[in-house]
């Protein structure tokens, strides 16, 4: 069974800082996916980046960046210098490959607040 | 381009009533999802549809039923709504590559008083 952890609940910073949330994933599979979203405060969920399981080079897009590890079975995100636009919840997800399983498993997502 | 389209958007039901949520998709996807969002629960899975003709069930199905007799539509019941029901209710479609992210609907918010 696949599983998503997000342990960090609720994180709260100033303007500026650096964060990381954090997401832990388990499966049994050696090919799946692994996805990041945002919901604002407006409800929708907005898609961030994929990753496959062979690709474990981080990627970097403008003040966001993923750090993707099978070792620790660990794919966090980063939000350089955080902006109070960036509040949001971050839900963190998990598929396995194509077929007739291919459920799409959520963590419980991260509220980040973001103080001026 | 709609995308996927949930309606309603909100509704109140009483206990005891029945209503169906319905999900239509215009990407031609073959696996489609409904899910349900409560305060620190994420997102949990109901039902899901890996195409047409085909449901299986998630990981909170009790109290719910699908059907998805359209490829482009994933309809949810609730045949007998509970207080417990109330939550928000998202759809969501992706094709049947998984690699591919999914894609979600605006949501609709269930109260059941």
Redesign the interface.
Known sequence: AQKVT?AQ?EISVVEKEDVTLDCVYETRDTT??L?WYKQPPS???V?LI?R?SFDEQNEISGRYSWNFQKSTSSFNFTITASQVVDSAVY?C?L???????????????ITLSVRP | NAGVTQTPKFRVLKTGQSMTLLCAQDMNHEYMYWYRQDPGMGLRLIHYSVGEGTTAKGEVPDGYNVSRLKKQNFLLGLESAAPSQTSVYFCASRPWTGRTEAFFGQGTRLTVV
Do not use: C, D, I
Request: aromatic share 22%; charged share 20%.
């Open positions: 997000q609940t799946y996916y996805f409800g929708e969920l898609f994929r496959n839900f997800a598929s396995e490959a194509n077929g007739a399983n291919s459920k799409l498993t959520f963590g419980k997502g």
